[in-house]
């Protein structure tokens, strides 16, 4: 049973910086590329970054800026999302997601979720 | 970047009735489309995938179609688990974009 669990989330300050942690199992991590999409409250899905399965392809939606950097330990089955510079508008919950091996950039299995709070 | 607009924004129908969402790609993305359905509190699940392929274990009566800049998804026989909010999400070109959902609400 392919299972992706989101950590690292929490309440941090504008500014400050938080790095949040996908572990997967279930499947050959190393084969599939993975993804990061978040959802503010009440907010519909934002697609934020995705890694190919051997880091060498990487991209980023516009709003992130350089400020995020996405990463994998293929070693540890675990993906990372690096998020400096945080602002109130990056609060939301952030969803790891597995593609489907056919069709890249189809999400066929995403985690929970780690919420992220931007706040004073 | 690709922008995705659903149509309608909210939906209210009754268990047995079909239904159908529209979404609408601001340039060409082939069949490069997917449908995700996400119940409150829970992660998005892949439905459609391709514009029209249907996601293993998901039941018959949700379809997918079009092409181009023009897609639907079909649920026929509305079923009482199939309250939820629906996303469409393209896949041709990165960054990818998602609609802003469909919330289908029992009439």
């Known amino acids: 049973e392919v299972q992706l669990v989101e950590s690292g989330g929490g309440l941090v300050q504008p500014g400050r910086s938080l790095r949040l942690s996908c572990v997967a199992s279930?499947?050959?991590?190393?084969?599939?590329?993975m993804h990061w999409v978040r959802q503010a409250p009440g907010r519909g899905l934002e697609w934020v970054s995705g890694?190919?399965?051997?880091?060498?392809?990487?991209a980023y939606g516009d709003f992130v800026r350089g400020r995020f950097t996405i990463s994998r330990d293929n070693a540890k089955n675990s993906l990372y999302l690096q998020m400096n510079s945080l602002r109130a508008e990056d609060t939301a919950l952030y969803y790891c997601?597995?593609?489907?091996?056919?069709?890249?950039?189809?999400?066929?299995?995403w985690g929970q979720g780690t919420l992220v709070t931007v706040s004073s | 970047d690709i922008q995705m607009t659903q149509s309608p924004s909210s939906l209210s129908a009754s268990v047995g009735d079909r239904v159908t969402i529209t979404c609408r790609a601001s340039?060409?993305?082939?069949?490069?489309l997917n449908w995700y359905q996400q119940r409150p509190g829970k992660a998005p699940k892949l439905l459609i995938y391709?514009?029209?392929s249907l996601q293993s274990g998901v039941p018959s009566r949700f379809s997918g179609g079009g092409s181009g800049t023009d897609f639907t998804l079909t649920i026929t026989s509305l079923q009482p688990e199939d309250f939820a909010t629906y996303s469409c999400?393209?896949?041709?070109?990165?960054?990818?974009?998602f609609g802003q959902g469909t919330k289908l609400e029992i009439k």
């Open positions: 391709a514009a029209s």
């Open positions: 999400q393209q896949s041709h070109n990165k960054p990818y974009t």
């Open positions: 890694i190919s399965w051997d880091s060498a392809n990487i």
């Open positions: 279930g499947f050959t991590f190393d084969d599939y590329a």
């Open positions: 340039q060409s993305i082939s069949r490069n």
């Open positions: 997601a597995k593609v489907n091996v056919l069709e890249p950039g189809t999400l066929d299995y």
